[in-house]
């Protein structure tokens, strides 16, 4: 999807820590309304902590975060950004809910907690259904499903509150191999046929950067923001990955 002018999300200086571990240093970037950003580095280099920051669920210690062009304390519409968190299709199968009620429940950030589900929430649960292809498990209990399955089910969690941004971290954790590949053609379609903008964060830095449009590496300091198959080269891998950059760049088939 072409991206537009409108800045849906922008980090300046932003810096985090853990007690005295940094964990950000000093980052600025911008997502642009339907882009397509995928973010790669190693573990524990900061990914998980940034997406948090962007929900609202971490306070950065330095620099200002801007949702929908407001600062993030004055941005109040949290369901235009749906989130898949890491390994949600590794959730709890024995929970006694269908596919269905799973799905409904990502309209309650539209809805606050105590309010009823209307006509609308129902018609726009089984949009999200539609959309990720899984409107004939409506009555199956979520943990008769397989991972790609469940993954499906997630995602239309997220597109039942009508977002705007969908956020994904590692989303193809304890998915099989032959699911993947369907569940990647399944995002561009999201982001070229329903026009969202998308954050994917991801290990697999093979897929991200065939798939994304941006890519955005990530190993507490951004080490390089752009086009993503511009981008990715042995100095980069090795600023991002020290001594896995072997490895990594061993099983990088762009």
């Known amino acids: 999807m072409p ?3 409108d800045i849906l999300i922008e980090l300046d200086n ?7 571990v940094p964990v950000l240093e000093r980052l600025s970037f911008s997502v642009h309304q339907g882009e397509y950003l995928g973010i790669i580095g190693p573990n524990g280099g900061g990914k998980t902590t940034l997406l948090k920051i962007i929900l609202g669920l971490l306070d950065p210690m330095e620099g200002t975060v801007r949702i929908f062009g407001k600062d993030r304390h004055d941005f109040t519409e949290r369901y235009r950004i749906g989130y898949v968190p890491q390994r949600a299709t590794q959730a709890d199968g024995s929970f006694p809910a269908t596919v269905f009620e799973v799905v409904r429940s990502g309209r309650t950030p539209r809805l606050g907690l105590f309010h009823g589900f209307t006509k609308k929430d129902n018609v726009a649960v089984v949009r999200a259904m539609e959309i990720a292809g899984i409107e004939r498990y409506s009555r199956t209990l979520i943990g008769d499903l397989s991972g790609g399955e469940r993954q499906r089910v997630f995602i239309a969690r997220a597109l039942a509150g009508e977002p705007d941004i969908l956020i994904l971290d590692e989303p193809t954790v304890g998915v099989d191999i ?5 569940f990647y053609e399944f995002l561009e379609s999201l982001n070229q046929k329903h026009k969202l903008t998308i954050i994917f964060v991801s290990h697999d830095v093979d897929v991200v950067s065939q798939k994304t449009q941006t890519l955005l590496c990530l190993n507490h300091n951004l080490v390089c923001y752009g086009p993503s198959l511009d981008l990715l080269d042995d100095h980069i891998l090795k600023r991002l990955y020290g001594q896995e950059a ?3 760049k061993h ?3 762009v």
């Open 3 to 5: 991206v537009g002018n």
């Open 251 to 253: 099983n990088y088939h």
């Open 178 to 182: 032959g699911a993947q590949k369907t």
């Open 14 to 20: 932003v810096s985090f820590s853990y007690g005295l």
């Open 246 to 248: 072997a490895k990594i």
